[in-house]
């Protein structure tokens, strides 16, 4: 059985970083593309980056130059660092694990942004 735990969520002050991490496990991790999406109030899940399993990412306009997605393998782990943050960043957090065979969301971990 596939699981996705994330952590590092919290309340922030704008300009403010976080770093979230996402362990998983029952997952070959080493093949799967990982990503981070976020879901803000009253709006649908969105994109914010992805990780293949050769390294390459990929990031929503939003967040580029300011988010960045890493792997390490031998924690089967994600992490997304978070800086500059925003208010409009404000969401909950989900990773979310690809592979041929399945595909499987964490539970996701709050981002507060606020003053």
């Known amino acids: 059985q596939v699981q996705l735990v994330e952590s590092g969520g919290g309340l922030v002050q704008p300009g403010g970083s976080l770093r979230l991490s996402c362990a998983a496990s029952?997952?070959?991790?080493?093949?799967?593309?990982m990503g981070w999406f976020r879901q803000a109030p009253g709006k649908q899940r969105e994109l914010v980056a992805t990780?293949?399993?050769?390294?390459?990412?990929n990031y929503a306009d939003s967040v580029k130059g300011r988010f960045t997605i890493s792997r390490d393998n031998a924690k089967n782990t994600v992490y997304l660092q978070i800086d500059s943050l925003k208010p409009e960043d404000t969401a909950r957090y989900y990773c979310?694990?690809?592979?041929?065979?399945?595909?499987?969301w964490g539970q996701g971990t709050q981002v507060t942004v606020s003053s």
């Open positions: 979310n694990a690809k592979t041929f065979a399945i595909a499987a």
């Open positions: 029952g997952i070959i991790f080493t093949i799967a593309t």
């Open positions: 990780i293949t399993s050769g390294g390459s990412t």
